[in-house]
């Protein structure tokens, strides 16, 4: 797999994954989302460089104008309910993509130390030999991004995968490194080193889905 960390090269996405981070500025729901889409616009944009582009010749009311446009087949499939934000900045910048959603959380049985990953729901077009991006913002320890996957293979064999998140654990770097095609990519605004016994990236930012949506209440 190849990992493309973006913070490896300071740029005005630093003040985005700062804001996301900061306890006080989160507080705004609003602004926490409006972030995450705009970290998403800047994956996709870097993300776009890597992909297919053929020649076209454009009508001007003046003249003609040659230039490349994208050619691959994207599907885009965010993990609800997290994944939405980052879905729309990504949306923005493919905004031919197919769609596709699928539900994937943590089931706690015997402590908090202990999970499986649950998917429910799943509504997916054809994968066949198109392009996937699977985006999850928070990138912990993997297995959401494993998992979500394996849901997904039964809806055809994809060209190529590209991941996307905002933000990940070292160990669940390592976790789909090991997991998905080596020719795969993982796009990634921000690693943090630790992951924490219950599975939280240290120091990461809380929980996504509640930041974005407001709090839950756990079954």
């Known amino acids: 797999m190849y990992i493309h960390n973006l913070s490896d090269t300071p740029s005005i996405l630093n003040t985005f994954i700062s804001e996301i981070r900061d306890k006080t500025i989160q507080k705004d729901s609003m602004r926490f989302r409006r972030n995450i889409e705009r970290i998403g616009e800047i994956l996709g944009y870097e993300m776009s460089k890597s992909l297919n582009f053929n020649a076209y010749e454009i009508e ?13 087949d994207i599907v885009l499939c965010s993990i609800l309910r997290a994944g939405v934000p980052l ?107 630790i992951l924490n016994v219950n599975g939280y990236i240290i120091p990461g930012l809380g929980d996504a889905g509640d930041l974005a949506f407001g709090n839950k209440l756990q079954n």
């Open 87 to 193: 879905h729309n900045g990504l949306l923005n910048y493919f905004d031919t993509a197919e769609n596709a959603f699928i539900s994937a959380y943590r089931q706690h049985k015997h402590n908090p130390e202990s999970f499986e990953i649950i998917v429910e729901y799943l509504a997916c077009p054809s994968l066949e030999g198109k392009t996937l991006i699977l985006a999850d913002p928070m990138l912990a320890t993997g297995q959401s991004m494993v998992a979500t996957y394996e849901a997904l293979k039964p809806f055809g064999n994809p060209k190529e995968i590209h991941l996307v998140s905002v933000i990940g654990a070292q160990k669940g770097v390592d976790f789909v490194k090991n997991n998905f095609d080596s020719n795969s990519h993982l796009w990634i605004a921000s690693i943090d080193k």
């Open 60 to 72: 001007t009311p003046l003249g003609t104008f040659n230039t490349k446009l994208l050619s691959n």
